[in-house]
């Protein structure tokens, strides 16, 4: 168990996109949040307390967790004075990188003298079954996205809140390293072996009551030539009902790929749902979730308007101005 609250971590991250680890944190549960480590050079700022690793002590922290999900997951040489001398103060440190603490020998045995833990949370630790297709009872909802990065887990969990308050039966399904921190448990998919992927999703997402919505976490994006096979897995073994279509409109490339544009919305339902309608021929695309922080309010509100109309779907920034439309969509299915 990973003890909280949570010094968060963000070394030396370019930018806010790479710090999303942390950002899910401070937006999501705050009250672990105590405050922020950064190095020099790093472009992320969650407008926390700058703390070093004294004071992140003295103010409660228990568990220094890594904030940043760089490309390829690696655990930066940079980083490793601040993480040993953390152990070495009594922090845990919790990591959702590809690159594991547990293969670094020098955090190994500084966790070891200290007796300090280390985390992993990618590492899967449930030998999955592959997908068997079988329906399952209960209702299911994915979050798809014309790229990486724009808001699937947001939606999701904005969703969940407000379908919880509303008196409805409906659970948050982690699948990514930042869900699994935030609520203690889920499967992180992009670290389960290719054949087992779809299946873990059956696995997270088991037969319930028949008014029940599981909402999946998304990952990756269909039109992503890196990440495009965790989407697949999701859409596949998810068996969704509902799918929620996901964009970040000012984005001029996809995340991580200059070369590579960002699909319209009509091209993602209409690559998207043929695909789900594979594993459960009754899913249906119910509305669309606008990503809209690097716009002032009046032009999202003006992008979202014409959205909707364009797309003859609900249309909101769930995380800025509440799902309510996405969940009357699923209310009434």
């Given at each position: 168990?990973?003890?909280?609250?949570?010094?968060?971590?963000?070394?030396?991250?370019?930018?806010?996109?790479?710090?999303?680890?942390?950002?899910?944190?401070?937006?999501?549960?705050?009250?672990?949040?105590?405050?922020?480590?950064?190095?020099?050079?790093?472009?992320?700022?969650?407008?926390?307390?700058?703390?070093?690793?004294?004071?992140?002590?003295?103010?409660?922290?228990?568990?220094?967790?890594?904030?940043?999900?760089?490309?390829?997951?690696?655990?930066?040489?940079?980083?490793?004075?601040?993480?040993?001398?953390?152990?070495?103060?009594?922090?845990?440190?919790?990591?959702?990188?590809?690159?594991?603490?547990?293969?670094?020998?020098?955090?190994?045995?500084?966790?070891?003298?200290?007796?300090?833990?280390?985390?992993?949370?990618?590492?899967?630790?449930?030998?999955?079954?592959?997908?068997?297709?079988?329906?399952?009872?209960?209702?299911?909802?994915?979050?798809?996205?014309?790229?990486?990065?724009?808001?699937?887990?947001?939606?999701?969990?904005?969703?969940?809140?407000?379908?919880?308050?509303?008196?409805?039966?409906?659970?948050?399904?982690?699948?990514?390293?930042?869900?699994?921190?935030?609520?203690?448990?889920?499967?992180?998919?992009?670290?389960?072996?290719?054949?087992?992927?779809?299946?873990?999703?059956?696995?997270?997402?088991?037969?319930?009551?028949?008014?029940?919505?599981?909402?999946?976490?998304?990952?990756?994006?269909?039109?992503?030539?890196?990440?495009?096979?965790?989407?697949?897995?999701?859409?596949?073994?998810?068996?969704?009902?509902?799918?929620?279509?996901?964009?970040?409109?000012?984005?001029?490339?996809?995340?991580?790929?200059?070369?590579?544009?960002?699909?319209?919305?009509?091209?993602?339902?209409?690559?998207?749902?043929?695909?789900?309608?594979?594993?459960?021929?009754?899913?249906?695309?119910?509305?669309?979730?606008?990503n809209t922080q690097h716009m002032d309010e009046a032009d999202?509100?003006?992008?979202?308007?014409?959205?909707?109309?364009?797309?003859?779907?609900?249309?909101?920034?769930?995380?800025?101005?509440?799902s309510k439309p996405l969940v009357d969509a699923l209310a009434a299915m």
């Amino acid at each position: 168990m990973i003890e909280t609250p949570y010094l968060l971590f963000l070394g030396d991250a370019p930018d806010m996109l790479a710090a999303k680890v942390a950002i899910g944190i401070r937006d999501w549960r705050p009250d672990h949040a105590v405050g922020q480590l950064r190095l020099a050079g790093c472009g992320a700022d969650l407008g926390l307390a700058e703390m070093d690793l004294r004071a992140g002590r003295e103010a409660g922290a228990k568990t220094l967790v890594i904030g940043v999900a760089n490309r390829g997951g690696v655990i930066s040489a940079a980083w490793k004075d601040v993480l040993i001398e953390a152990l070495g103060m009594g922090y845990d440190i919790a990591s959702g990188l590809h690159n594991l603490l547990r293969d670094e020998p020098e955090l190994v045995a500084a966790a070891n003298e200290h007796g300090r833990a280390l985390h992993d949370v990618r590492v899967p630790s449930v030998q999955y079954p592959i997908a068997n297709g079988v329906k399952r009872t209960g209702k299911r909802c994915l979050a798809v996205g014309t790229d990486c990065s724009v808001g699937k887990m947001y939606t999701a969990m904005a969703m969940e809140r407000d379908m919880v308050a509303r008196g409805m039966k409906a659970t948050f399904r982690a699948t990514g390293q930042t869900g699994i921190l935030i609520t203690g448990g889920g499967v992180p998919l992009d670290a389960v072996i290719a054949d087992f992927m779809a299946g873990s999703i059956e696995y997270l997402s088991p037969d319930n009551d028949a008014d029940h919505w599981d909402l999946i976490e998304g990952q990756g994006s269909l039109f992503h030539v890196s990440y495009s096979g965790v989407t697949m897995a999701l859409i596949h073994g998810g068996q969704p009902d509902a799918l929620i279509l996901c964009h970040e409109p000012t984005r001029a490339h996809m995340r991580g790929l200059p070369d590579y544009t960002p699909p319209s919305l009509e091209t993602l339902r209409d690559t998207a749902l043929p695909l789900a309608q594979v594993a459960n021929p009754a899913c249906k695309v119910v509305g669309i979730s606008v990503n809209t922080q690097h716009m002032d309010e009046a032009d999202a509100r003006d992008y979202l308007e014409k959205t909707s109309k364009r797309m003859d779907l609900p249309a909101t920034d769930p995380y800025r101005f509440g799902s309510k439309p996405l969940v009357d969509a699923l209310a009434a299915m």
